[in-house]
Nanobody
Framework: VQLVESGGGLVQAGDSLRLGCAAS?????MAWFRQAPGKERQFVAT????????YYAESVKGRFTISRDNAQNMVYLQMNSLKPEDTAVYYC??????????????????WGQGTQVTVSS
């Protein structure tokens, strides 16, 4: 299974963006992480496969929404009220062996190549 992200770009503070992640096969729990220059990879949001249960990092709660379309093997991240501190490379991740949602990167078996999101002030 491979993951391909799309939808990144350059926006101004307060704007919105929607990221997409296409999986080439079936996946279970999926998530978004991000990595800013000089910083460690950071959990953003995760969504379960069947119940659609979601969990968010405190820094994005209320602004970002993760969703998925299992029929299309897609996961999305709607990002509203973007801030300069949201600037990072955003990565899609998928678990192939578990349906448990988790913020831990080690839970996920495959990763996309990343898409750049830049928010100017």
């Amino acid at each position: 299974v491979q993951l391909v992200e799309s939808g990144g770009g350059l926006v101004q503070a307060g704007d919105s963006l929607r990221l997409g992640c296409a999986a080439s096969g079936r996946t279970f729990t999926m998530a978004w992480f991000r990595q800013a220059p000089g910083k460690e990879r950071q959990f953003v949001a995760t969504i379960g496969w069947s119940t659609g249960t979601t969990y968010y990092a405190e820094s994005v709660k209320g602004r970002f929404t993760i969703s998925r379309d299992n029929a299309q093997n897609m996961v999305y991240l709607q990002m509203n009220s973007l801030k300069p501190e949201d600037t990072a490379v955003y990565y899609c991740a998928a678990a192939l062996r578990t349906t448990v949602i988790s913020a831990r990167a080690t839970q996920y078996d495959i990763w996309g190549q990343g898409t750049q999101v830049t928010v100017s002030s």
